[in-house]
């Protein structure tokens, strides 16, 4: 039997982890297809050039290079996204490994299908790595076709591999990584022939994404070819359908190529599934809208699907089986043997799992503003968990959108929060939450919205979350001198505009985590220390400013005994009055036993079998100890009695 109050928050805990597992965290599945150009300027390779971060490969590799490094990104973020890479142009034809009536007999020259589209596998990101690393069998890659490619003959081969192969997926997009602006400037039948087939593939509900790049001494334009292949949505909005900046081949501004495509390919990933959907939000009586919440900041943590047997000839996947036995008869215990109880007066309550749903039920899901206070009087202390982020939706209440923007403009206008009665879903324990606007924040280089704007749920403590302090003393001031001195310290370790992007950190112990793993399963060999980009660069610091930390240090010592010589009798620290009641007892004066004067290490054999004898080992300290144990060669870690115990067998043996 469980206890009450523990048994209820855990079985609450887990059932809402169930339910999050299966509805929340994971991404709305997505198919990209990846459709690299390999013609004679992609293949080019850059001028020579003396910058460390000049551009290094051509074009095409570059984009090979990105898809690679996506599929291991996308395998650790998104496990259930589909992945593939289509090579056009290319002097090879190629549709599948084995079968290549698979796509209906079709053929369609100077199109290689490099990985077909699929949940990336071992197999596919070792082919990808293969040709990022220019082994020969992928070499015969590179040779682009000697006839003009066909971009209607491209389109129709990519829609027939997205019609197969995922033709259920809520989200498909063809990235198109080119430079070819006008290929078909001479024919307009072929022109013709591939808007047609675009259109197909925008029928299909797959969206194309032009990633352009230029060239030294050509600039892509759009307006000759891909305004009229590329379809936006007029409802999406101006800010969608305005095109993205071209790629320089030849090095962005000290950003590659690779860099470059990169983040912006990660900038167009597939939002997430939200927390919950259509979510009454209760303004006042009789005046509802609906909202969706997302979980926008979620700790990343290593995830694991189950246990791999690594013994045998191949990796297999080990089908792991939970029962209950009983203690007297090691039998096993259904299900519906199971009670639940509560502690009442000394005897146990029992419920039935139908009885505990009752007591759990607190109404229907709702997010029901109570009243509306200043922003000022949310204490910086009262955050106990990660805020959700909500945004209107249309689907229940028509004209949501223009109430929720009303609604965040005035919070936003008068700097007001609302409080409310927030209960997320279905028997979930009701909350009370501030609703907090924000403003939109982009990032300065890229431009990719960091902080949406919209509202925050913001979750409040109750009386019994909060813990009472003790009282408090009274804080040690530095002095002017020593805040003056730290200040030049920080002005030396500024950070560039006084930002810390956090993302440009990862994890040290999570990325060591997936490296493991990608090295079991690529069959490479396992890494020998972790990249670490958290530790801090000691040489810069000493350089910039080594000099004031060492005249920080001074002007503390000299600080340090003036305090001291001002509250104490003297340097040794002798307190001269005693804060304390004079009805109190005096502290009881420790009595320390002394030993002969001698260290260990300078003892005789028949000196220390003496010691050992009258258990004289406990009257020398942790170090002397330490110290005996490090000079004959032994292990010095550990507590005082597991460091005596070594002494003394030591002691005996030899």
Known sequence: MADSKDSWRRDEEEEEEEELDETSYIAQKDAVLFAIDVSETMLASPPPSDDKKAEKDCPTAAAIKCAYQIMQQRIISNPKDMMGVLLFGTEQTKFQDEDENSRGGLQYPHCYLLSDLNIPAAEDVKTLRGVVQQDEEYIDLFVPSKEPVSMSNMLFCANQIFTTKAPNFGSRRLFIITDKDDPHASDKNARSQAAVRAKDLYDLGVVIELFPISHPNHEFDRSKFYDDIIYRDPAAGEDLASAPSNFKSSGNEGISLLNSLISDINSKQVAKRALFSNLPFEIGPDFKISVKGYNLLQKQEKARKGHVYLNGETKQYVEAETAQYAEDLARTVEKVEIKKAFQFGGSQVLFTPEELKELKKFGPPVLRIIGFKPQSMLPFWAAIKKSTFIYPSEEDYVGSTRVFSALWQKLVKDKKMGVAWYIARSNATPTLVAILPSEERADDTTKVPIIPAGLWLYQLPFADDKRELGPQQTPLVAPDALTDEMRKVVQQLQLPKAIYDPSKYPNPSLQWHYKILQA???????????????????????????????????????????YQKEHYGGMDGTMLKRDRDDSEDPPKKKIKTAHSGKTLDGMSASELKNVVGTKGLSKYTVQEIKDFLVAKGMDAKGKKADLVDRVEQWIEEN
Request: charged share 40%; hydrophobic share 30%; glycine share 4%.
């Open 520 to 562: 079991l399963a690529l069959d490479e060999e396992l890494p020998e220390q972790p990249e670490d980009k958290t530790v801090p660069r000691f040489r810069q610091i000493n350089k910039r400013a080594g000099e004031y930390i060492n005249k920080w240090g001074q002007i503390l010592d000299k600080e340090f005994r003036e």
